[in-house]
C-alpha cells in the first residue's frame, strides 16, 4: 500500500477504536505508532518515543494547565458556586424563568474561575437544581438549563481547551482570551432569551420566584465580591499584560486558595482532593496530547492532512461552505467524544484546509475569502470550533453534561433532559450563525486592547 492508503486505513481504524470505547488516548498511541511503523519501521517510533513526551511535556505553555485546573478543583471546594447562585437569584428570580436565568448568570460566573463544562455543570447542578425543583420548574427546563449552562465554562476565559487549541495552531493565549469573552456573554444573553421566550411558550414551566428585599441583594452581591476579585486579578491581569498566561493562573490559584482558606472550606481532606483531581485531570490532558502528537506524526508522513486540504480546496465549494461543512463536522464528532480530545484530533487536519483556503500562512487580508490574515483566521475559526465542540456536551448519544445532570436528578428521565437542551441548542447555532456572519465580534477586545 501507498502511503496515502495506509494513513486513510489509520483513521478507519481509529474512528473503530473510539467507536468500541477504547480510551482516546490509548487509540491515537497505537493508531499513530503502528502506522508510523508500517511506514517507516519500528526504529523510527523508538526513537520518537524517546524524545517525544520529554519535548512535548516540558513546554512552558503547558505548565499553565496543571494551574488552571487546579484553580477549578479548589474553588469547586469553595462555596463560591453558591454565592453566585444566590446572588444572580436575588436580582433575577422575583420575574418569570427568572431561577433559570440566575442559574446560567451563576454558570457563567462559576466557569470564569472554573474553566472546566463539566465540573460547572456538575456544581451548579448541586447548587440550583433544588431550587428549580423548590419553584416548581418543569423537569425539562430545570435540568436542560443546568446541562445548557454547563457549556458556558469551556469558553469564557480562563479555558483549559481554548488553551490547547491556541498551541495547537500557534496562536497567542491572551488573544484567544480576548476574543472568547464577547462571544462567551452573547452565550449568556442568548440564554437567558431563550429561558424567557421557552417560559412564554409553555406558560408554567418557569413560575416567577420572590422578590428579594433589598438587604438581600446588598449581601448576595457583596459575597460575590471574591469572584470579581479573581476574575479581575486573572484574566484584567492578562489584558493588559501584567503577566502571561502561566503566572496569571498560579495567581489565580493563590487567592482562590486563600479564599477558601478565609472561610475555612480548604481542610487537608479537601486539599488532598483537590491536588488528586488535578493531577488525574493533568495526566489524562498529557496523555492525549502525546497521542495526538504521535498520530499528526503518522498522518503528516502519510500525507493525509496535505491530501484532505487538496482536495477541500479543488471540491469547487465556496470558502464559507467549505467552513460550515468542517463545523458541522465538529458537531457530529462531539456526539462521540469529549471536547479536548476532538480538539486534539481534529484541528490538525481541518486547520490546514483552512490555511489553504485563505491563501497560505502569511496570507493578508485583501487575499482572504474570509477577509482575515492567516493570524485573524486563526483566533476566529478557534472561537467557532469551540462553541461547536461545546454542543457535543449536549448532544445525544454521548453528552456528558446532560448525563451528570441525569446523575444528580434521577427523577428525571435522561430524554426529558435532552429535550430541554435543545432550545439551547438552537440559541447556540443563531450565535454561530451570527459570528459566521459578522467576524469582527471575535475581534472587538483585541483591538480595543492592542492583543
Not at 519535548?55 to 496543571?66: E, G, H, I, R
Amino acid at each position: 500500500m501507498d502511503s496515502l492508503t495506509i494513513g486513510l486505513t489509520g483513521l478507519v481504524v481509529l474512528v473503530a477504536l473510539i467507536a468500541i470505547r477504547i480510551p482516546i488516548a490509548y487509540a491515537m498511541l497505537v493508531v499513530g505508532g503502528v502506522g508510523t511503523a508500517l511506514l517507516n519501521g519500528w526504529p523510527i517510533v523508538l526513537s520518537q518515543l524517546k524524545d517525544l513526551a520529554y519535548a512535548q511535556f516540558s513546554t512552558y505553555d503547558l505548565s499553565v494547565v496543571p494551574l488552571f485546573v487546579l484553580m477549578g478543583a479548589i474553588a469547586s471546594r469553595t462555596g463560591l458556586s453558591a454565592d453566585l447562585f444566590r446572588a444572580a437569584n436575588a436580582w433575577l428570580g422575583w420575574m418569570r424563568g427568572g431561577v433559570a436565568m440566575a442559574a446560567i448568570a451563576a454558570c457563567a460566573g462559576f466557569g470564569a474561575v472554573c474553566g472546566s463544562s463539566l465540573a460547572t455543570a456538575s456544581t451548579m447542578g448541586r447548587v440550583a437544581l433544588p431550587e428549580l425543583k423548590r419553584y416548581r420548574y418543569s423537569n425539562r427546563l430545570a435540568t436542560g438549563t443546568i446541562a445548557a449552562g454547563g457549556v458556558l465554562g469551556i469558553l469564557i476565559p480562563p479555558s483549559v481547551v481554548l488553551i490547547i487549541y491556541a498551541i495547537i495552531v500557534e496562536a497567542n493565549v491572551v488573544t484567544m482570551f480576548m476574543a472568547a469573552l464577547l462571544p462567551g456573554v452573547i452565550a449568556v444573553v442568548f440564554f437567558i432569551l431563550t429561558i424567557l421566550a421557552y417560559t412564554t411558550l409553555v406558560p408554567g414551566s418557569g413560575p416567577a420566584g420572590t422578590r428579594a428585599e433589598r438587604s438581600e441583594l446588598i449581601a448576595s452581591t457583596l459575597n460575590i465580591f471574591p469572584v470579581l476579585v479573581v476574575f479581575i486579578a486573572v484574566i484584567g491581569g492578562l489584558y493588559f499584560g501584567l503577566f502571561n498566561p502561566t503566572p496569571a493562573a498560579a495567581v489565580g490559584v493563590v487567592m482562590v486558595a486563600l479564599i477558601a482558606v478565609l472561610r475555612r472550606k480548604l481542610t487537608l481532606v479537601e486539599t488532598r482532593e483537590a491536588l488528586l483531581e488535578t493531577a488525574r485531570t493533568t495526566g489524562m490532558v498529557f496523555l492525549i496530547l502525546l497521542g495526538a502528537e504521535l498520530l499528526k506524526i503518522f498522518m503528516a508522513r502519510g500525507g493525509v492532512p496535505q491530501a484532505m486540504a487538496e482536495m477541500m480546496a479543488n471540491s469547487g465549494l465556496a470558502p464559507m461552505t467549505t467552513l460550515i461543512v468542517l463545523l458541522a463536522a465538529l458537531i457530529l464528532l462531539g456526539c462521540l467524544m469529549d471536547s479536548l480530545s476532538m480538539i486534539l484530533l481534529v484541528i490538525p487536519f481541518f486547520w490546514p484546509v483552512l490555511v489553504e483556503i485563505n491563501g497560505g500562512d502569511y496570507a493578508a487580508a485583501a487575499q482572504s475569502p474570509f477577509g482575515l490574515t492567516t493570524e485573524e483566521l486563526k483566533i476566529w475559526f478557534g472561537i467557532l470550533a469551540l462553541i461547536v465542540v461545546e454542543l457535543g456536551l449536549i448532544t445525544p448519544p454521548v453528552g456528558m453534561n446532560v448525563f451528570i445532570i441525569s446523575a444528580q436528578a434521577q427523577d428525571v428521565p435522561m430524554r426529558d433532559t435532552f429535550i430541554g437542551v435543545m432550545p439551547f441548542f438552537v440559541a447556540e447555532l443563531i450565535r454561530v450563525a451570527l459570528l459566521l456572519a459578522v467576524p469582527g465580534i471575535v475581534f472587538v477586545l483585541p483591538r480595543l486592547l492592542g492583543g
